[in-house]
């Protein structure tokens, strides 16, 4: 049999370990999101890339090969070998983390 001082410990330990559990769940989701942005923006940048060493627009190109969720923010070209960088804004579950991804590429 339980004591009188061991009833309620099993609710103050839920209580404690319920917020901390739901946490780094968020966490470990905005990390999956940051991944998600960053594979998004790497073949938004190849793209991107291609575009723009073919004389189309880059932005264009980076915009419609972005998935879903990941928003645009910059696209700019560089050097003579057609050069792009692309900076997108990750989903946002968790408002800790700067969720900025910028990747650079240049063609061959």
Do not use: C, K, W
């Not at 061991?6 to 989701?29: D, T, Y």
């Not at 790497?42 to 991107?48: F, K, P, V």
């Not at 050069?83 to 990750?90: F, I, K, Y």
């Amino acid at each position: 049999m339980r004591s009188r001082n061991q009833r309620g410990s099993s609710a103050i330990e839920a209580a404690v370990l319920i917020p901390l559990v739901m946490g780094v769940l968020l966490m470990i989701a905005q990390i999956f999101a940051m991944a998600y942005a960053t594979h998004g923006t790497s073949q938004a940048a190849r793209d991107a890339a291609r575009a723009y060493s073919l004389g189309q627009s880059p932005q264009s190109a980076a915009a419609a090969s972005l998935p879903s969720g990941v928003s645009l923010v910059s696209v700019s070209t560089f050097g003579p070998h057609h050069g792009v960088t692309v900076t997108a804004r990750a989903p946002s579950i968790v408002v800790l983390t700067d969720r900025t991804v910028s990747r650079s590429v240049t063609m061959p």
